[in-house]
């Protein structure tokens, strides 16, 4: 099992940049696949993105695609998401995620993950 803290998050301006962290331990980080989810108030938890093993594969919710970016340092056991040209709506609390390891297919449902950190705030102002 791999236990995940999320760090990075906070108060920016709409049209500007943060960039969230996810330290995960455990010697199997690198054989899971990971992702970011995010929740608004009064909404659902909803997919951002996810990450393959090694990171040479990825996907994105339409939402983010193109000003989002995921990355992971298996080195480091931390994966990364880099958030420019924020909108007001995307002010939510964000939370990133892990299957179990050995699942090597990268998925947008809450439910195929196991392991999850406590959730960092970001909020963008207009």
């Known amino acids: 099992q791999v236990q995940l803290v999320e760090s990075g998050g906070g108060l920016v301006q709409a049209g500007g940049s943060l960039r969230l962290s996810c330290a995960g331990s455990g010697r199997t980080f690198s054989r899971v696949v990971m992702g970011w989810f995010r929740q608004a108030p009064g909404k659902e938890r909803e997919f951002v993105a996810a990450i393959s093993w090694i990171g040479a594969g990825t996907y994105y919710a339409d939402s983010v695609k193109g000003r989002f970016t995921i990355s992971r340092d298996n080195a480091k056991n931390t994966m990364y998401l880099q958030m420019n040209s924020l909108k007001p709506e995307a002010t939510a609390v964000y939370y990133c995620?892990?299957?179990?390891?050995?699942?090597?297919?990268?998925?947008?449902?809450?439910?195929?993950?196991?392991?999850w950190g406590q959730g960092t705030q970001v909020t963008v102002s207009s």
């Open positions: 995620a892990a299957r179990n390891s050995g699942l090597p297919e990268l998925r947008i449902t809450t439910r195929d993950y196991n392991n």
